[in-house]
């Protein structure tokens, strides 16, 4: 989750600040075509078209608890050479088909001023997953899945632009195409997952995942920065290093110990000698391998490192085909005991659940500000019980970042609705790139519509309790309660093998969902169960509990040494046993996935003269009409999921109701019953 920005410059209101839609004349109109060679093919994708104050770089500030930008997006359909595409209004209902923009709904919206504007393709590549469906996505090149303008987008020139309130048309031609400068085009796996020069300490590796590439049916690669010790030699094989894996956003050619602090510790790890301090003698580096993975995907600058219905099988691609390959390659202690997860935030929540569902291949996890280890809080959203996601019962507005001020006094910095909306601008069907949508495709099933069937309506917050239910097996804490004592024995094999550190005033209120996993683990395995550190008044960031860098590695290393075969308190092979396994493939895609989607469905049926509306997918809001020997009946009528209906008419003979479902991200669809006869 530090992908996300804490630099205010302008704060927003708490108030969700989506204004009632103002339908003046469109006024203002933005015409964009395309230059030959920019597109191949017809193509599908989303256009984002920002405007920025006059002079600037729209892209240098796209940020929502900051942008000076106004921010538009509309998926297009069919976009090829010779043809073009109008922006214009927008009104917040259909988010599929018209505009949506950020902070204001409509380009209607737009103040009158001097501005610089430059419009952006998001183009889809349509692919049909290993369970039959169809899906439009981007695939990423090795720029970590950015939102907008990543490498091979479509972009048109800045151009200056005044708006004068009067009606106007921008027009606008994609004519170029952004590229990786890194990359040659012969590079084995092509730009996907990055190409990246090895240097003595740091070695890129990239595999082809047959099990994703399966799935995808399309070549996709996983690939791992390996960081080696001072004194490692390849050749001498019988000296072998434990491993530390390192979860979090996509690292590029970074070191962990490069970019996940602010000191530039790679000199000291070069030379092998951790220099003396006031505190500290100077001593040898510690004796480790780091792995962090290079995992992008069309949701997210990384996969969550497991299993998921919406992104395929990522945890079974790293953990069974890139570490053998890693423990093939270089001279690690293939053994739980020797393997380390860690990682923040995003990478905290990776590290936790790649221990808790594969406790028979890592040792333990330190895992830093995780994101929600419960949803009970998912951030600071009652996800279990609350009725609105961005609203709260009382009124007030849900609080997605937060931080302290000079005197330790909290500042709003963005609602969980800013967040959402400003998403929205990014990519409908949570294809957005950002945070919440790629939350909704990690945890949640597979739509109907082939996409991510999202807890609760991204427009108006509204939460839909059986979306949410169908998350629970990656809510970690109901995971491991409810497998505590059956075949699994979570409470026994996991003892005293998690920590967990976050901040008291994390910015994204991740302590919450700490704080709600540790009183769910220790209800039932006691004090201790598990290790937490909470920093009074600590925000989101850092060394796990505030450590040094060299203190905390050397922490990591006192564990391996204590829990090898023959240290203090060896790891025993009983909690090593692959009964624990969870997240396994084939129950998230049976659980989640595409045939899955098809079974909640089902059509109205009628019996006598009452009828139930058919099962649909959770937020679909349904219309019903009446026919009598085929002949409509009476006028349509809203019906809610779940309810029966009586015909009430005099009409004799066969009955029939048709049920029509709308919901944003789906086709419209209007299901029959069978003709019954009423008597
Ligand atoms: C389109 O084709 C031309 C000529 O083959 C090529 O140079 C260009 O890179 C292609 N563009 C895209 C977007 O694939
Ligand atoms: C756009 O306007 C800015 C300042 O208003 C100016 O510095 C810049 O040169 C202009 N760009 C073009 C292409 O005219
Ligand atoms: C646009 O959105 C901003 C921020 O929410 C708001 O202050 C402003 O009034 C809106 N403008 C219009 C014209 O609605
Ligand atoms: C087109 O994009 C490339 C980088 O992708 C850049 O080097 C080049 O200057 C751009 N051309 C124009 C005309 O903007
Ligand atoms: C970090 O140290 C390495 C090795 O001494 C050096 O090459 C690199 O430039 C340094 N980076 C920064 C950001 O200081
Ligand atoms: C490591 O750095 C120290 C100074 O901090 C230097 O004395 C020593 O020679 C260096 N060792 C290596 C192997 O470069
Ligand atoms: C609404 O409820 C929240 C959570 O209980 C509380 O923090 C907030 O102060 C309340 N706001 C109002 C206006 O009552
Ligand atoms: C912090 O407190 C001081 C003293 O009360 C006050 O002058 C200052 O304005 C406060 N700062 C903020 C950001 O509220
Ligand atoms: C929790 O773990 C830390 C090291 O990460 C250790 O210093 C501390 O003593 C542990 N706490 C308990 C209660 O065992
Ligand atoms: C209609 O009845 C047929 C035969 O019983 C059955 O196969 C079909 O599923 C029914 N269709 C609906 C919409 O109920």
Redesign the pocket.
């Known amino acids: 989750m530090l992908v996300r920005s804490l630099i205010p410059a302008v704060l927003f209101a708490t108030t969700l600040a989506r204004p009632a839609v103002r339908r003046t004349a469109p006024h203002l109109r933005v015409h964009i075509s395309v230059a030959d060679?920019?597109?191949?093919k017809t193509t599908d994708g989303h256009i984002q078209v920002l405007f920025a104050p006059a002079g600037t770089d729209p892209l240098e500030d796209t940020d929502v608890t900051s942008s000076p930008d106004y921010f538009f997006g509309q998926n297009v359909f069919g976009l090829a050479t010779g043809s073009s595409v109008i922006l214009a209004g927008g009104d917040g209902e259909s988010t599929d088909f018209n505009v949506w923009g950020w902070p204001n709904v409509s380009i209607d919206e737009i103040e009158p001023g001097d501005y610089t504007v430059q419009a952006f393709l998001n183009?889809y590549e349509k692919v049909t997953r290993g369970d039959g469906s169809t899906v439009r996505l981007r695939f990423p090149c090795g720029d970590g899945a950015s939102g907008i303008a990543g490498y091979?987008t479509?972009v048109t020139n800045a151009v200056n632009f005044t708006i004068t309130g009067n009606k106007q048309t921008i027009d606008l031609i994609f004519n170029n195409?952004t590229g990786p400068e890194d990359f040659t085009g012969t590079e084995i796996g092509g730009c996907h997952q990055g190409n990246y020069e090895d240097t003595d300490f740091l070695k890129y590796v990239k595999i082809r995942s047959k099990i994703l590439s399966h799935w995808w049916k399309r070549d996709v690669y996983v690939g791992a920065n390996v960081l080696l010790p001072y004194g490692y030699d390849a050749d001498d094989t019988s000296k072998r290093y434990p491993v530390v894996y390192n979860q979090g956003h996509w690292p590029g050619s970074n070191g962990p110990l490069g970019y996940s602090t602010n000191v530039n510790v790679s000199s000291v790890w070069n030379n092998g000698t951790i220099p003396a301090t006031e505190d500290a003698p100077a001593r040898d580096t510690p004796k480790m391998i780091i792995v962090t993975f290079r995992h992008e995907t069309p949701y997210y600058d990384d996969s969550y490192a497991v299993n998921t219905a919406n992104l395929g099988p990522w945890g079974v691609a790293i953990n069974e085909e890139l570490i053998p390959y890693l423990d093939s390659f270089f001279n690690t202690i293939p053994k739980p005991y020797a393997r380390i997860q860690q990682g923040g935030s995003t990478g905290g929540w990776e590290s936790a659940a790649s221990l808790i569902y594969r406790p028979d291949l890592f040792g333990a996890c330190f895992s830093s500000y995780p994101d929600s280890l419960d949803f009970h809080r998912h951030q600071d959203i009652p996800l279990y019980d609350s009725a609105n996601a961005y609203i709260r019962d009382n009124g007030s507005s849900i609080v997605s970042i937060r931080e302290l001020n000079e005197n330790n006094t909290e500042v709003v910095l963005a609602t969980v609705a800013q967040e959402n909306h400003w998403e929205l601008t990014y990519g409908t069907s949570s294809r957005s790139f950002q945070q919440w949508d790629i939350w909704n495709a990690v945890f949640g099933a597979q739509g109907y519509n082939g996409y991510p069937l999202e807890p609760w309506d991204k427009v108006t917050g509204e939460i839909y309790p059986a979306a949410v239910e169908l998350w629970k097996p990656f809510d970690l804490s109901h995971w491991i309660t409810s497998n505590w004592d059956n075949s699994l024995k979570l409470g026994k094999v996991l003892r005293g093998r998690i920590f967990v550190y976050v901040g008291t005033a994390d910015n994204y209120f991740l302590n919450e969902g700490v704080a709600q996993f540790q009183s769910r683990v220790e209800a039932k395995g006691g004090a201790g169960w598990a290790n937490f550190t909470y920093i009074e008044d600590a925000e989101h960031g850092g060394i796990y509990n505030g450590l040094d860098v060299w203190v905390y590695l050397e922490l990591l290393q006192k564990w391996f040494v204590d829990h090898a075969p023959d240290g203090k308190t060896p790891l025993s092979p009983s909690v090593t046993t692959s009964a624990a396994v969870g997240n396994k493939w084939a129950d998230v895609i049976a659980h989640g996935g595409h045939k899955a989607a098809l079974a909640r469905q089902a059509p109205p049926k009628v019996e006598g003269k009452r009828a139930s509306v058919g099962r649909w997918d959770p937020g679909v809001k349904l219309e019903a009409q009446w026919f009598v020997n085929g002949k409509p009946c009476g006028g349509a009528f809203a019906v809610k999921q779940g309810s029966k209906v009586s015909f009430s008419g005099k009409e004799k003979g066969l009955l029939q109701l048709a049920v029509t479902g709308r919901k944003r991200g789906y086709a419209t669809e209007t299901r029959k019953s069978n003709r019954s006869i009423c008597s």
């Open positions: 060679g920019i597109l191949n183009p091979g479509p195409i």
